[in-house]
């Protein structure tokens, strides 16, 4: 299985400022159709998860257009260009390449 | 708007069964491949099964190949989790979750979940 791994785990964000996940996979999550099969999504408190951010950097409806995505290959970042109180939550990457489909560990955001 | 509802989970006694079921409505359910997807407490996500439209393909976690089976009805808009020789470790959160349109390569949406307890 495809292993992803995320880093921080944590962190803490003050309201308006910039933040940054990296999520890393053991193997490389470009298909020969061209695509990359790397997604993002958000567990809100007491919610299920969401989906965010589809194909590595395209939004999922209803996306605020502060958050975004970027990468290649097996290296990929997602960024909240403002946090807002209504961001706080796990946010997981999933690599859709090959079954299983598998998730980071997580990394827990929370506003100062 | 989509919505998936997930119920039948409870509280059961290892080498015990359940059967989930998630009600899909506000989409075609037929034309979409369905999943199950776990949390045990505090963990992160893990995915157990998936069935395609027609039920012509069917994959399980290898955690739980042998012991559970995934259905849908298409008549009534529904799949079903069938889970047997049930081991504390299967205690989590199961949420049924879709396949996007004409792929097996990401969830879009999930329903809330449903919590299973295995213990004595």
């Known amino acids: 299985d495809i292993v992803m791994t995320q880093t921080p785990l944590s962190l803490s964000v003050t309201p308006g400022q910039p933040a940054s996940i990296s999520c890393k996979s053991s193997q490389s999550l470009l298909h020969s159709d061209g695509k990359t099969y790397l997604y993002w999504y958000l567990q809100k408190p007491g919610q299920s998860p969401q989906l965010l951010i589809y194909e590595v950097s395209s939004r999922f409806s209803g996306v605020p257009d502060r958050f975004s995505g970027s990468g290649s290959g097996t290296d990929f970042t997602l960024k909240i260009s403002r946090v807002e109180a209504e961001d706080v939550g796990v946010y997981y990457c999933?690599?859709?390449?090959?079954?299983?489909?598998?998730f980071g560990q997580g990394t827990k955001l929370e506003i100062k | 708007e989509v919505q998936l509802v997930e119920s039948g989970g409870g509280l059961v006694k290892p080498g015990g069964s359940l059967r989930l079921s998630c009600a899909a409505s506000?989409?075609?359910?037929?034309?979409?491949?369905m999943n199950w997807v776990r949390q045990a407490p505090g963990k992160g996500l893990e995915w157990v099964s998936s069935i395609s439209s027609s039920s012509s393909y069917i994959y399980y976690a290898d955690s739980v190949k042998g012991r559970f089976t995934i259905s849908r009805d298409n008549a009534k808009n529904s799949l079903y989790l069938q889970m047997n020789s049930l081991r504390a470790e299967d205690t989590a959160v199961y949420y049924c979750a879709r396949y996007q349109i004409s792929s097996w390569t990401y969830f879009d949406y999930w329903g809330q979940g449903t919590l299973v307890t295995v213990s004595s």
């Open positions: 506000g989409f075609t359910f037929s034309s979409y491949s």
């Open positions: 999933m690599q859709g390449i090959h079954l299983p489909q598998t």
